[in-house]
């Protein structure tokens, strides 16, 4: 079993430049931090591994807001 922490942080460097972009650039930018959690267990010959995130999004500029979940195994 492992435990951590992760982040990310996302900045749009252009300007959108559709025909649909209509209210400018609307440069965005957005950054996360979260703790994680990892299982590992060995099953015969295989390996079971599961892991657990929760981010939450903070700093957020001309984005959607809301927070990720994540589960892989």
Known sequence: MG??????????ITGDNSSDANCGEFKGTIAGISPGASYLKPIGKQQLLAEFKFMPEYYIANRLQGNILFLKY
């Open 3 to 12: 435990i951590g922490v992760a982040s990310f942080y996302y900045r749009q």
